[in-house]
């Protein structure tokens, strides 16, 4: 199995910055693309960031210069760096990863979350 464990949120004031982090372990055979997906209380799960193994990254528009996501193949982890957070950030944040994982004979495709972590942006 594939397990992702994400840290770094809190409580911070608006326009303050908070770091998340998310480790990917298990039984990896190769990581395709991680990424950050956030679910404001009565709102869906929405995009935030994405990055490819090759570097390539995607954002929703609400965070696009406001936000940096970042990966470390080697370590199979991926980070978002949240700057001039508002209070409309506040959500529970998820790390999402997606791949192959060892199953035998043959790698099979996996796509596996985090269990969350609650970003809250208030005074």
């Known amino acids: 199995q594939v397990q992702l464990v994400e840290s770094g949120g809190g409580l911070v004031q608006p326009g303050g910055s908070l770091r998340l982090s998310c480790a990917a372990s298990g039984s990896i055979f190769s990581i395709y693309v991680m990424g950050w997906y956030r679910q404001a209380p009565g709102k869906q799960r929405e995009l935030v960031a994405t990055?490819?193994?090759?570097?390539?990254?995607n954002y929703a528009d609400s965070v696009k210069g406001r936000f940096t996501i970042s990966g470390d193949n080697a370590k199979n982890m991926v980070y978002l760096q949240m700057n001039s957070l508002k209070p409309e950030d506040t959500a529970v944040y998820y790390c999402?990863?997606?791949?192959?994982?060892?199953?035998?004979?043959?790698?099979?495709?996996?796509?596996?979350w985090g269990q969350g972590t609650l970003v809250t942006v208030s005074l």
């Open positions: 999402n990863a997606g791949g192959m994982k060892e199953a035998g004979y043959l790698p099979v495709n996996f796509e596996v």
């Open positions: 990055i490819t193994n090759g570097g390539r990254t």
